[in-house]
Structures are given as structure tokens and as C-alpha cells.
């Protein structure tokens, strides 16, 4: 995946603001940042494995003011119908995923030790979920 990031990293010039990096996020992350990026990461995983992630975030980050962002499905909390369900079908019957609500979110972030922010909605069914290390 590295080898098909550079290139679009450089294509548009931002080499010195964007660090990739092989390996487990459940061993360590780059420290240093000043914006961790997940991309349908955290619904892959149980509540166990995507705090341990979030977690290795966390110690990782600077403290005060780096900023965790999650592109995730995230579930309203009534009966109303929305992709997300759908696809917590699928992560349930396929893996040891979930897609969770905000309450979740808050939950499994502040577990985490972060500063949860809060979701903000897109046009897509994927959500913005965003925390802080405090």
C-alpha cells in the first residue's frame, strides 16, 4: 500500500507534510503527528482491538491538541433506516467488527483516554469522528 501512497503523496506535493510507514497499529504508531488519519479502520475491529488502537494513538500523539480523525459509519440510535446497518450485518457475519453508534463512539474514544468531539454528518454514509488528545 506504501508504494501506491507515495506517489499521489508527491503528485501533489506534500512530501513533507505526509509520513507513511508499514506495520501494525496494534504494536506502535509514528509519534509526532498533528493529525492521525483512520479510514474505515475502527469498524474492523472489536471494542477490545479498536481501543487498542485508539490507545496506541493516544500515547503516541503529543498531548494538547493533536487531533484523532475517523472516517467511519456511524449508526443513528433509533429505527431509522441507514446503510450502516447494513453494513454492521456484514461486519458481524464476516469479522469481529461492528459499527457502533455515537454513544459508542464516545465510549470507545473516551475508554481510549481522548477527548471525544463529537460526529459530524456528510452527505455519504460515512461519518466525520473526531477526538483530541487532551
Known amino acids: ?9 508527491k503528485g501533489y506535493n506534500l512530501g513533507d507534510r505526509i509520513n507513511t510507514e508499514a506495520g501494525s497499529f496494534f504494536d506502535t504508531v509514528t509519534t509526532g503527528a498533528d493529525t492521525y488519519l483512520l479510514s474505515l479502520i475502527l469498524h474492523d475491529w472489536n471494542d477490545a482491538e479498536a481501543s487498542n488502537i485508539l490507545t496506541n494513538i493516544r500515547d503516541a500523539a503529543a498531548p494538547g491538541g493533536c ?4 472516517l467511519e459509519f456511524v449508526m443513528p440510535a433509533d429505527d431509522e433506516p441507514h446503510m450502516s446497518k447494513m453494513i454492521d450485518l456484514t461486519m458481524l ?33 460515512i461519518s466525520i469522528v473526531e477526538a483530541q488528545v487532551p
Open 1 to 9: 500500500m506504501l508504494t501506491e501512497a507515495e506517489p499521489t503523496i
Open 67 to 70: 487531533c484523532i480523525v475517523a
Open 93 to 125: 457475519g464476516m469479522l469481529d467488527g461492528r459499527e457502533r453508534t455515537d454513544a459508542e463512539m464516545r465510549t470507545l474514544f473516551e475508554n481510549a483516554g481522548l477527548a471525544y468531539q463529537g460526529v459530524v454528518e456528510t452527505p455519504t454514509p
